[in-house]
T-cell receptor, first 112, second 113 residues
Framework: GEDVEQSLFLSVREGDSSVINCTYT??????LYWYKQEPGAGLQLLTY?????DMKQDQRLTVLLNKKDKHLSLRIADTQTGDSAIYFC????????????FGGGTRVLVKP | GAVVSQHPSRVICKSGTSVKIECRSL??????MFWYRQFPKQSLMLMAT?????????EQGVEKDKFLINHASLTLSTLTVTSAHPEDSSFYIC?????????FGQGTRLTVV
């Protein structure tokens, strides 16, 4: 089955860029997602990328996908203290009824 | 706006009682919904796939009789934790998936005392 991995922790200074990395194993993963979770809250969908894309940008967020290496990254430009949270990547094969496989989450701490 | 509404957000119950958690799809009709459980400082673990009008599909190791799922309409799935015990205390989150996007509810913090 699919295995999704992320680094555990990232510390970044306010105003710098953050890059969170994720790897997955199943080449049939069609949709790749990034979620943000703040303490005690559910998951907020930040962005997603379709497997035939290399890059997707949405305001401060840039997703890069290297399908050959099965590597996904999320770059947050001008990181703010409000960006401190846990970030999860997730992978899903094509159809809407297919389940997501989550990485373990990366805790991002933004220092003033 | 919210796509998925989950209720309640927090619940405390006594051991041996049952608790029902609701998950509503607000923006579209969902033939399939997903229920996850999250332990502190851990990732999400899929418990079951809720199928409208038919039985839920449970992941390996999840007790069907313990975690009852009902998906009676295209906008509502419920998870009932039966005969709850302290080890059932956790954060439960539901999810609705469209063709491309996957949205999650706000989560329910269950504490069994």
């Amino acid at each position: 089955g699919e295995d999704v991995e992320q680094s555990l922790f990232l510390s970044v200074r306010e105003g710098d860029s953050s890059v969170i990395n994720c790897t997955y194993t199943d080449s049939s993963s069609t949709y790749l997602y990034w979620y943000k979770q703040e303490p005690g809250a559910g998951l907020q969908l930040l962005t997603y990328i379709f497997s035939n894309m290399d890059m997707k940008q949405d305001q401060r967020l840039t997703v890069l996908l290297n399908k050959k290496d099965k590597h996904l990254s999320l770059r947050i430009a001008d990181t703010q203290t409000g960006d401190s949270a846990i970030y999860f990547c997730a992978a899903r094969p094509g159809a809407a009824g297919n389940k997501l496989t989550f990485g373990g989450g990366t805790r991002v701490l933004v220092k003033p | 706006g919210a796509v998925v509404s989950q209720h309640p957000s927090r619940v405390i119950c006594k051991s041996g009682t049952s608790v029902k958690i609701e998950c509503r799809s607000l923006d579209f009709q969902a033939t399939t919904m997903f229920w996850y459980r999250q332990f502190p400082k851990q990732s999400l673990m899929l418990m079951a796939t809720s199928n409208e009008g038919s039985k839920a599909t449970y992941e390996q190791g999840v007790e069907k009789d313990k975690f009852l799922i009902n998906h009676a309409s295209l906008t509502l799935s419920t998870l009932t934790v039966t005969s709850a015990h302290p080890e059932d205390s956790s954060f439960y989150i539901c999810s609705v998936q469209g063709d491309t996007e996957a949205f999650f509810g706000q989560g329910t913090r269950l504490t069994v005392v």
